[in-house]
């Protein structure tokens, strides 16, 4: 199970609500994206 985000009204959207259509049920946007959840952060010696 994957959430996207909506660019324009950035409702969370679960890949099961998607169906076949990918379109935003709130505003009818076809541009979303996967907010990362986890920041890693690599330190130098």
Do not use: Q
């Not at 935003?24 to 541009?31: E, F, H, L, S």
């Amino acid at each position: 199970m994957s959430i996207y985000k909506c660019f324009s009204c950035s409702a969370k959207i679960k890949s099961e609500d998607l169906n076949k259509r990918f379109l935003c049920p709130k505003c009818g946007a076809r541009i979303f994206y996967k907010p990362r959840t986890k920041m890693k952060t690599v330190t130098s010696d």
